[in-house]
Structures are given as C-alpha cells and as structure tokens.
C-alpha cells in the first residue's frame, strides 16, 4: 500500500495556508496543521479531515512548548515529507516607519517570521526524510525596499538569507524560500487598513506553485509561486 505522505503547515487555518492544505488533501496528503486561532483551526480540521488524517495543534510557533507539541506529533506520525513554515507576523497596523517601529514589537515580528521558521527546523530535523521539502514563505517586500514596510520586510529577507543558508548546509533536503504574491488575506488587508484590496488574486492562484514545488524536483532556491504556474503552461 502506498503510504500517504505528511505535511506540517503552520498558519494553516485560513488564507494561503489553507488554500495549500485543502489542495493537498485532495492529493492523499496528511497534516498537521497549527495556527494562532483555535477556533477557526478547529473549523479547518473538521473540513479537512472529511478527506485525510489532520492532528490540529493550536498555538504560537514563536513558543517553545507549543513547538516541542509540534515536534511531538510528527514523531507519532512517523517522519515529515514536507514543513511548510507559512505562519506570519504582519506588525502594526498601519505599519510604522523605522524611525517610529517599536523595537518590543519588532523583536515579536523577528520572532514568529524569522526564528520560529529555523527552531521548527531544528526542533523536526531527525523527523525529515531524505528529500524531504521545506518551503518557506517569503514576499516582495523582504528584497523591495518598500517605505512603511522595513519591520515585516527586512524579518523576510532574513528568512531568505537564512534559507539560503540552510539550503547549502543540508542538500539532502530541498529548501526553498518563496514568494507567494499579494493576496486577497486577513493579513494583507491588515496592512491596508480601511481600503478595498478586492482587485487582489486569492491565495488559491498561488497554491499550484507551491505544489508543483512540492511534487516536484527544482533546485533548492527562491521561486515566485505564480511564475512556476506561468512556466509550466
């Protein structure tokens, strides 16, 4: 019998994160899944396990214990073919120049978008198969210097460095840092506060890329989700 392959996705109860794991699912993919929000975590476990296995674990993946609960349940699970750090910090909304950022909310944005990624890695590493893929979710906004936008941007682009990083010290994985693009989301719309971002794509126009990573055999490095669909056609 062939055996189901595993994802850990993390911010997976609404927008990108998902949008991912319902096209997953429908491909015999089985989960664990985390987010901030019980609720709405528990709302996407109960959809999602009409089709597959789905452990919910609802939490900060900033918190230590909240990993080790992760780490925890990939191990019953038997190993992970796939983490997919998409879980992230917006800032303040609006967001602040750097002159005004708050370094006490800063160093919470550092700590969900750039360290929470590498201790998950850390803390899961004896449980990633060989060719196992990590995808990490970047953004423009970590290599365009975009006034108004250095405390979530300049968090990406150490998510980037850092990715590169690991890509090169473990070729036995496949790492790769992507950009996702603007999205119709609760966060993006946090970042527009008060304007109407209907005219942006649904993360679901950025989901076939990340599987076409997934499924895949590119080379670890950075991608933009919607130019590998444009590609494949």
């Known amino acids: 019998m062939k055996k189901h392959p595993i994802a850990l996705i993390t911010g997976a109860s609404r927008g990108l994160g998902l949008a991912l794991a319902r096209q997953l699912a429908a491909q015999g993919w089985q989960f664990i899944l985390d987010a901030r929000g019980g609720d709405a975590l528990e709302k996407a476990r109960q959809e999602l396990s009409a089709q597959t296995q789905v452990i919910a674990i609802p939490g900060d993946v900033a918190d230590p214990l909240h990993r080790q609960l992760l780490a925890s349940a990939v191990e019953e699970l038997g190993g992970l073919d796939a983490l997919v750090n998409n879980a992230s910090l917006l800032g303040p909304s609006p967001q602040p120049t750097l002159i ?59 998510l980037e460095q850092l990715s590169a990083i690991l890509a090169a010290e473990n070729p036995q994985w496949r790492v790769y840092w992507v950009d996702p693009g603007d999205m119709r989301t609760q966060m993006h719309q946090e970042a527009y506060p008060g304007e109407d971002i209907s005219d942006r794509p649904l993360p679901e126009t950025s989901v076939p890329g990340l599987v076409a990573l997934l499924r895949g055999d590119l080379p670890s490095g950075r991608y933009k989700a919607r130019q590998l669909v444009l590609e494949a056609k």
């Open 100 to 158: 005004d950022y708050p370094l006490e909310t800063l160093a919470k944005v550092y700590s969900v978008n750039v360290f929470a990624p590498l201790a998950l890695v850390q803390a899961l590493h004896p449980q990633l198969k060989a060719g196992a893929v990590v995808i990490n979710l970047s953004s423009d906004a970590g290599v365009e210097p975009y006034p108004g936008w250095g405390g979530y941007g300049s968090s990406k682009a150490a």
